[in-house]
């Protein structure tokens, strides 16, 4: 018990103390917390008002971001998948990176619903009354809501991972052998919970036949493949930044499954857009509209063109870069290539399919969205939040598996010692941002 | 306020405390800054809630804490009640009633509307808004919609066009006329604002909620503030959606609105006459639609919409009830329900004569 | 001979300018109930806040019936094999206005006893002929256009008492219930208006439940079938969707034929800016 109460704190005291370049990048994100909160207060005290988003398109931003963040919270599974399942060890001493990962990408998307939802302060409601919090007896629509299934993935998920990522770090920490029997089904009941996030997702969104051009069969599986096409992506791009500046020990095995999982499921979504296309539009019917809409503009609305046209080129170009493997394996270009697919899907699988889907409106109406500031602001807030989160958590996973945190059988004085013995741990600090790559694969 | 005083005092208390004996460790430090941390917030938190003006002071928590609709007790539904009559009549300026019939035993709502009638003049429209208590602007809500539909123009000039697009020696794959929108609903122009109707070019269907019998939008509710009551009519607990939106994407007939802010209801406009499932005053974040009049129908009265409409487009009446204009309309006329091959069965029927 | 006529023509012509005075003073204090210049209603105050109807600001029209029955009267008495619903729950009518009030629906209620006192000319015989009188009321009364020509005045009107109308039999009708004049011809709506099918009604929606019936003569006007549905002015159209600055995408209808459509679009708009085709526009569509 003492040991994980130090367990908690060490990672709490490790997570806050770094070199200048650390407490700069987490001033940086800081700087859209901070517009975060005006956001948020904007938001909540004069509701949703303040976005752009309208009844004809009542979803915008936020939900496109949180669509395409439960694919990354998703992708974890690239790296644990292949680590345990297939025994292959480099992925398997990254697992804790990708569950770290999926942990911050969950908190963003829980952080994108309640951004999204009109009454946050009804979210209580949600609780179901034999749950034994006094007071608040709400209703669980389940099964019958596809939202609700969503809440119980979304946060089931979020525990399975935090459960196995800080067992797995526990056990290094305190220097035990982690014990199978009870980490091992975890892991796998991970691997499947994961892909179980992206599915409900995507049942949430193609159930509903008001919406034609969700409503179809295709739609999970082409989620999981962008999915697991941007996440690895980003994962990659962690990776890089992690091995340069908190030391962490990445093997070129490890990179090179990565980027092969993302150019195939890369490969696959490209496929199944094709398809969607092809039979969307072959004979088009009124419920091509949406998807006409989003490729060519509809009576003289083209809005999503420029979504469309960016994402496809920066998918196709990226894929068949990735189709060569000199261009995959040459460090230097593989980040940039990276961001060029999590760009991509973001657009395609965010805005560029939130937005077409609901436009024209059920009834035919059209209506051109655009985020507002405050939404604008928020949805930065809530990246930075993430970040920072998975910053820190990246930062300790790293401190622990480099053996820089340690349980010293409860001598407090060794503690402070920690910062010390660490000379290349601190040293993070850039963005991981398109403009940052230059000059970081050098 | 007195908790506040008492957590700052606290902090006060913990900040000399830090201040006297300099820590020495990295986790005694971290206790304690945690320690003042929390005081700091949650001293926050309060004087956020507390120290709000006039407008604020009205919300009451009872309401806030109060269970969904269906769930309360009948001496839960009354007070939740009452305190709705009391807020709103302060609000308002007059003396609002918020009726809570329930449903009635052998009854079963329906609406007919003669397409073949509409003139498009948005009467009902209107109607709707007087009587239910809409936001009027920045946003206005409107629960009706009508469309106004091309009767199309088919001429001579397109006969041999199309695609490809001369003729030539293999015939035209598709003719000139297609894309002639005549007909095609989600064709229509929701802005139309000629100086007279009905034109001679057009034809109009007015849209709202078709109260479905398999309601998309109870459905997909995670928390079951929306449902389907006993007479048919697919209801909104306000005081319980959360403003997910979520019924707002399942609806296909595009009938469901949001408060995207306060709402903007005048004084001497407010409708004093509600209902606690139908109009009263709406909050900020909460979907709304149409009730079918829910606080005239189940008094008896027709809807507003039904008794403005000044072509008698519009009939409203039991299902149940073989004599009654719905069922009648059902017996006599064709009928069609819109986009009927959603299986939403709505209890909303188009007819021509 | 010739004097007379001339007497009575001045005389009618004074009758129908006092008329007209009325109507048309009448028309800024009240709204109107289903079309313009047709029945009207006046907004009163029927208790604590609470208005018998509500008037649009932009039409004139009632848009909101707060009390259905105001300034109604019971519909009267129906023959029991003929007539349906109204038997077994109260039906009201909004009466034609007395001309001694001096306000008037559309049709201008207008005894002819006011004019002609108890010496109504009776026609010398019951064959139907062009009458060259009346047409301050009835504007084309030589070319009745109800019918094409198949009918004349005396078809309806009652020869010997004009107060009143007239049944197949020559049985009186009052005013108050022309669905029964009406529905000597038109069997079809008749059934669909007794049914409630067709026509209006306003109140409860219970069988059995007092309603306020509309009768033919509050939509349609019989001497004037074209139009049989006088167009009238819309309320205004819903704002535009937030993030939109207009509505011209619905009009353009882009089509991808490669069609020069937006050319014709923009030449000659068939758009909803464009009501003049409307006015005078039979809408055949509201008539039947």
């Known amino acids: 018990m003492r040991s994980i109460i130090y367990f908690a704190i060490d990672l709490f005291v490790y997570s806050w103390k770094g070199s200048v370049k ?9 700087f859209f917390i901070m517009g975060w909160a005006w956001g948020n207060y904007e938001q909540i005290t004069k509701g949703m008002i303040v976005t752009g988003l309208s009844d004809q398109v009542s979803w915008g931003l936020y939900i496109s971001n949180f669509v395409f963040l439960v694919g990354v919270a998703a992708a974890a599974v690239t790296v644990v998948f292949p680590g345990y399942v297939y025994k292959h060890k480099p992925s398997r001493d990254l697992a804790v990176i990708g569950e770290m990962m999926a942990i911050a990408a969950v908190i963003m998307c829980l952080l994108f619903v309640v951004n999204h939802m009109g009454r946050p302060d009804r979210a209580w409601h949600m609780i179901p009354s034999w749950v034994p919090v006094p007071v608040f007896n709400g209703v669980f629509n389940w099964p019958n809501s596809m939202l609700t299934f969503d809440v119980v993935v979304l946060n089931g998920y979020l525990a399975l991972n935090a459960v196995c990522a800080f067992y797995y770090l526990y056990m290094k920490y305190v220097g035990k052998e982690i014990n199978k029997f009870f980490y091992i089904p975890l892991i796998y009941l991970a691997c499947v919970w994961a892909l ?7 049942f949430l969104l193609n159930t509903m036949p008001a919406r034609a051009m969700w409503h179809h069969s295709i739609l999970p599986i082409k989620f999981i493949s962008t999915a697991f096409a941007a996440g690895p992506s980003l994962i990659i791009i962690a990776l890089f930044v992690l091995k340069k500046y908190a030391g ?10 990565l980027s092969l999982i993302v150019t195939w499921c890369l490969g696959i979504a490209l496929f199944l857009i094709l398809s969607e296309v092809v039979t969307e539009l072959y004979h088009a019917t009124e419920h091509s509209y949406s998807l006409s809409y989003l490729m060519f503009g509809k009576h003289g609305l083209n809005a999503l063109v420029p979504l469309f046209l960016s994402a496809m080129f920066l998918m196709i170009v990226s894929f068949c870069l990735l189709l060569i493997p000199s261009i995959r394996k040459n460090y230097k270009v593989l980040p940039v290539i990276c961001v060029m697919v999590f760009v991509g899907i973001w657009i395609d699988k965010g805005m560029g399919f939130v937005l077409p889907g609901l436009t024209p409106s059920p009834i035919g109406e059209f209506a051109e969205y655009t985020p507002s500031i405050v939404e604008i602001v928020n949805s930065l807030g809530n990246w930075a939040i993430g970040i920072m989160i998975f910053t820190m958590l990246a930062k300790v996973s790293v401190g622990i598996m480099n053996g820089e945190i340690r349980y010293s059988s409860g001598e407090l004085k060794e503690i402070p010692s920690v910062p010390e013995t660490k000379p290349k741990a601190d040293k993070r600090g850039l963005p991981w941002e398109k403009s940052g790559w230059g000059s970081k694969s050098e | 306020m007195k908790t506040d005083e008492k957590k700052e005092n606290k902090e006060n208390l913990e900040k000399e405390e830090n201040s006297c004996c300099a820590p020495d460790n990295g986790r005694r430090d971290f206790l304690k800054t945690a320690g003042v941390t929390t005081a700091a917030a949650l001293t926050g938190a309060g004087a956020l809630l507390s120290g709000s003006d006039e407008a604020e002071a009205k919300f009451h928590w009872a309401e806030w804490f109060q269970k969904n609709y269906r769930l309360m007790t009948d001496e839960e539904k009354e007070a939740a009640v009452t305190r709705l009559e009391k807020r709103y ?9 918020v009726d809570r019939t329930e449903a009635k035993d052998g009854v079963l709502f329906g609406y007919a509307l003669n397409i073949q009638k509409c003139i498009g003049c948005r009467r009902c429209v209107k109607a709707c808004v007087t009587e239910n208590n809409q936001s009027r602007e920045n946003t206005q809500i409107e629960w009706i919609r009508v469309i106004r539909m091309e009767k199309g123009e088919f001429s001579q000039e397109f006969m041999d066009q199309g695609s490809p697009q001369i003729s030539g020696k293999h015939g035209i794959q598709s003719g000139g006329h297609r894309h002639k929108q005549a007909g095609v609903v989600l064709e229509g122009q929701h802005y139309y604002e000629p100086e007279k109707v009905p034109e001679k070019d057009a034809f109009y269907f007015p849209m709202q909620c078709m109260q479905c019998e398999n309601p998309p939008c109870v459905k997909v509710c995670p928390v079951r503030t929306t449902y389907r009551d006993p007479d048919g009519i697919v209801v909104i607990d306000y005081n319980w959606c959360i403003g997910c939106r979520m019924c707002i994407g399942a609806c296909p007939y595009w009938a469901r609105r949001f408060n995207w802010g306060e709402p903007n209801l005048p004084k001497e406009e407010m409708n004093p006459k509600t209902h606690y499932m139908g109009n009263r005053p709406r909050m900020k974040g909460v979907v709304e639609k149409c009730t079918f009049c829910v606080q005239r129908t189940r008094k008896g009265r027709y809807t507003a919409c039904v008794e403005v409409c000044p072509v008698g487009a519009r009939k409203f009446g039991n299902l149940l009830d073989p004599n009654s204009e719905v069922r009648k309309i059902l017996d006599k006329k064709r009928v069609f329900r819109l986009k009927a091959e959603l299986e939403t069965y709505p209890k909303f029927f188009y007819f021509m004569d | 001979m010739k004097f007379s006529n001339n007497t009575y023509r001045s005389f009618f012509v004074l009758c129908a300018a006092i008329l007209a005075f009325f109507v048309i003073g009448k028309a800024d204090a009240a709204c109107f109930e289903c079309r ?4 009207s209603v006046e907004q009163v105050e029927v208790s604590d806040e609470l208005f018998n109807v509500k008037c649009s600001s932009k039409t004139g029209g009632v848009l909101w019936w707060g009390d259905p029955f105001y300034g109604t009267v019971p519909m009267g008495d129906m023959p029991e094999n003929i007539e349906a619903d109204y038997l077994s729950e109260p039906a009201v009518v909004k009466p034609r206005v007395d001309y001694e009030e001096g306000t ?18 009776t026609p010398r015989s019951s064959k139907d002929r062009k009458i060259n009188a009346h047409q301050d009321v009835v504007e084309n009364s030589l070319e009745l256009k109800h019918g094409r020509g198949a009918i004349w005045c005396l078809e309806c009107h009652n020869a010997k008492k004009r107060d009143y109308l007239t049944s197949h039999r020559g049985d009186l009708i009052s005013f108050n219930q022309t669905q029964k004049l009406c529905g000597k011809c038109h069997g079809q709506i008749y059934r669909d208006w007794r049914d409630g099918i067709h026509g209006k009604r306003i109140g409860y929606w219970d069988k059995g439940a007092k309603k306020r019936w509309w009768t033919c003569t509050e939509c349609h006007n019989p001497h004037d079938v074209e139009p049989a549905f006088k167009a009238l002015v819309p309320e205004s159209a819903p704002h535009l969707p937030r993030g939109m600055d207009n509505a011209d995408h619905e009009r353009l ?7 020069s459509h937006g050319d014709v679009t923009d030449g000659e708009p068939t758009t909803a800016s464009h009501g003049e085709a409307a006015t005078d526009t039979t809408a055949e569509s509201g008539a039947h």
Do not use: M
């Open chain 1, 22 to 30: 650390y407490y700069a990048w987490l001033a940086f994100l800081s």
């Open chain 1, 196 to 202: 179980s996030i992206h599915t409900v997702t995507a």
């Open chain 1, 248 to 257: 962490l020990k990445v093997t070129k095995e490890a990179i090179n499954l």
């Open chain 2, 89 to 97: 009549s302060e609000e308002y300026d007059k003396n609002v009633t």
């Open chain 3, 36 to 39: 313009e210049n047709y029945t």
């Open chain 3, 104 to 121: 008037s629906d559309h049709l201008g209620y207008f005894p002819c006893s006011n004019c002609h006192g108890v010496f109504v000319p």
């Open chain 3, 253 to 259: 209808h882009v089509d991808h034929s490669g069609l």
